[in-house]
């Protein structure tokens, strides 16, 4: 029964189902992949405006992009869209980069 659950027949670049319930997943899943599509594009941003702002010189600017770009990150992590360590890593070069403009 389980193997026939999510069985999905693909035309045309849509997902078609033949069970009622495996219709209502696909949907589900399509949701659920744009909205983790979006975040990931909105911590990329983020942290391509902070990485623009450092090597632009201005600190405060600086700074101001820095926060967001953590946030966005840390939220990306907590979402489980990257891995913890990988959101860490991320966050500690963007400390170092400001830092170093600090300084």
């Not at 999510?6 to 744009?34: C, D, P, V, W």
Request: no cysteine; proline share 0%; aromatic share 4%.
């Amino acid at each position: 029964m389980l193997s026939r659950l999510y069985h999905f027949i693909h035309i045309k670049g849509r997902i078609m189902a033949n069970i009622k319930s495996s219709a209502k997943r696909a949907q589900l899943i399509e949701k659920t992949t744009a909205k983790n599509r979006a975040a990931k594009s909105l911590m990329k941003t983020n942290s391509k405006k902070f990485e623009a702002a450092a090597a632009g010189g201005d600190s405060s600017v600086a700074e101001s992009a820095y926060k967001t770009a953590v946030k966005s990150v840390d939220r990306a992590a907590t979402k489980k869209l990257i891995h913890k360590n990988k959101a860490a890593r991320r966050k500690s070069a963007m400390t170092r980069k400001l830092n170093e403009l600090s300084n």
